[in-house]
Every structure is written in C-alpha cells, then in structure tokens.
C-alpha cells in the first residue's frame, strides 16, 4: 500500500510517500521536508498568514518532488492522506484542499489524518513497536501524555495546563536574546552553563496526575533576567541551564506518574515513546530513558527527523488507517482545534470545529 501524505499545519511545508506492507511494516520512500524557518525568524515566531501562503507558493512542488523521489505515479498510489487538524487553519486549507483535488481527479480515497494521531503512531513506522504504549508529545504547540491502545484508541493521561515546553523554550531564547528557534539555541547554551546559580520553581512537582504548568516557570526566568540585566554570555549560558534542568525535573516527576497512571488504568505498557520537536533535546531524552528504565519498560525514540514535523508520519498515519477501512469524504473540513480523543476509529465528523 503507497499512500502519499500532506503536512501544513504549522511552519513546515511537506510531502512524503510511504510503502505499508501486510505484515503492518512501514517504509519511507521520500520523504521531503521545507521548513519556513527564515520566513519567520524576524518574527520570533510563526506567523499564520505568513505560514498559508509559503505553504500555498511551495506545496506543487514538494508533492511533486515527494513523488519523483519515490519513484510513484499518482495512479499507482492507494490513498492519499493530508494532516487535517490540528493547526493554523491557513496552512490546513492549502494541504487538505491539495490532497482532496489528488484523491478526487485520481480516483483515490482520501484520509484526513490528526497531526497528534500521526506523532503518535509515527513509532510503529520507525520501530515496529506494538500497543500499548505511553506516548509522550511535547512540540511548540502540544504537551501530552497519552496511553496509546491502538489506532483511533487514545486515552490522554496529562498534558499542559498552559504552555507547551517548545513554546517556553521559543519564549526564554526570545528575552534572552539566544535567537530563533528557541528549543535547539537554548539546549546549545546550556551546556555551557551553570544549571545551579538560578534557583527556578518546578511546577507540577508531586502532583497525583500528570499534568504540566510551563507559564510560572517562564515567568520566574523572566524576572532572575530582568535581576542581573544586563547580561553576560555567561548569565545567558546559566539561565538557559537553569531553566533546561528545570524542565528536566519536570519532565521526569511528571513521567513517572503518567507511567503510573498507564499501568493503573492500561497495564503495562511495551514502551515510552518520545515525538515532537521537544524530544530532540539531549538532555529530555537522557531523562525519558531513565523514567522507563524505572517503570520497567524501554524508550523509543524515532530520529529527530521524524519527530519533528514531516509528511512521512501523515502518510503512515492514513496507511494505518486506510489498512482498517478507514476513509474520509471529500467534504471533510480542517480543524483548528481537534483533540486526540476525540479521533476514534469512525470517520472524522465532517461538521465539528
Ligand atoms: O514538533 P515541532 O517541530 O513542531 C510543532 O511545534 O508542531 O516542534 C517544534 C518545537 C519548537 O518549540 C522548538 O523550540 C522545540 O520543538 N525544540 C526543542 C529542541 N528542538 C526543537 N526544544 C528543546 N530542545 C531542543 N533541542
Ligand atoms: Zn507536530
């Protein structure tokens, strides 16, 4: 099964093919990623219109490329998948209305795939990895903890009261002056740094559930910035360790209720598995390894590549779909706003925002 999948819901324009056999194995055939990274820079964050139209001047072309790199012809394709929420709607328009315009002149089912539900499952395509298990996202935009029961079978454990990690990670680089994007500069500074000078809150910490705050914490930076203004390369490299260790801390207090709360309610999982663009961070993933170490199970992390925003996840997303039957009508509308549980095994409503 080839499905060709359509990625625009935030910053990156892409297009991917994968090959799903029957025994449920994935292969990326290509898999072709623009990042609009210097559209935004200047902004020091995304910009949605911005987004929709780089999205709109370069998709032609990334979707053709996807499928020279392929070596596949839009006949011989089996579906054809589009992320179709959540995100800026801009960007979800351009990508779903391409994808449905190839599934309707080619005569292909469509799958309008959750951005959230194709992170998710994007372990099953790098590491064949079997449900159940406890899936961590934390991008600029999400914060989850989720226990993943089977495809459209999602129970959301915690997740961000406020912020999500990559958005405070993007706001401390910002006042700090470290550039743009946050996540990487911050994590480069703080290995230079001293993680002990700013005494930073860990918010959340010991808590039954698992939940995040994000927002006291950022706050809390801002005003030890704000103290010693202004600042040395040295009170840079330091905040950024400060903060870092922090979210570190977090993270694992955090986790290792989640772990619990999975073998409570699901049982034991077959792996922790980290997505989203946080899971690049070397030091987040040190303390993921370590969390499953503790709860008995194993970490799985797909490349950073595949973490981060990409069509081959969408395409491996509507491959596990489509392999169960599952389609969407040429109708379906984009969703700003589409939690993961509310994607069930049914086809997306085509009403609902
Ligand atoms: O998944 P992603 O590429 O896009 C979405 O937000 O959907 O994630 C991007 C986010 C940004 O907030 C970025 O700052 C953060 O992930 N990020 C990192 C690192 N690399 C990317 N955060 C911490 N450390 C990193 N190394
Ligand atoms: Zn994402």
Known sequence: MDILGIETTCDETAAAVVR??????????????????????EFGGVVPEIAARAHVEALDRIVAKAMAEAGVSFAGLDGVAAAAGPGLIGGLIVGLTTAKALALAQGKPLIAVNHLEAHALTARLTDAISFPYCLFLASGGHTQVLGVRGVGDYLRLGGTV???????????????GVGYPGGPLVEQAARRGDARRFALP?????????????????????????????????????????????????????????????RDRIGMPRALVCAGGVAANQAIRKVLHRVALEAGTV???????????????IAWAGAERLALGLTDPLDVAPRARWPLEQVTKAATPISSS
């Open 20 to 41: 799903r056999s029957d025994d449920g194995h994935g292969r990326i055939l290509s898999n072709v990623v623009l990042s609009q990274i210097r559209e935004h820079a």
């Open 162 to 176: 406020d912020d999500a990690i990559g958005e405070a990670f993007d706001k401390t680089a910002k006042w700090l």
């Open 202 to 262: 860990r918010p959340m910490v010991g808590r039954p559930d698992a939940d995040f705050s994000l927002s006291g914490l950022k706050t809390a930076l801002r005003i030890e910035a704000e103290k010693i203004a202004p600042l040395s390369d040295t009170d840079v490299a330091d905040l950024c360790a400060s903060f870092q260790q922090a979210v570190v801390d977090v993270v694992f207090d955090r986790l290792r209720t989640g772990l619990r709360m999975f």
């Open 299 to 313: 970490l799985v992390a797909p490349p950073p590549a595949l973490c981060t925003d990409n069509g081959a996840m």
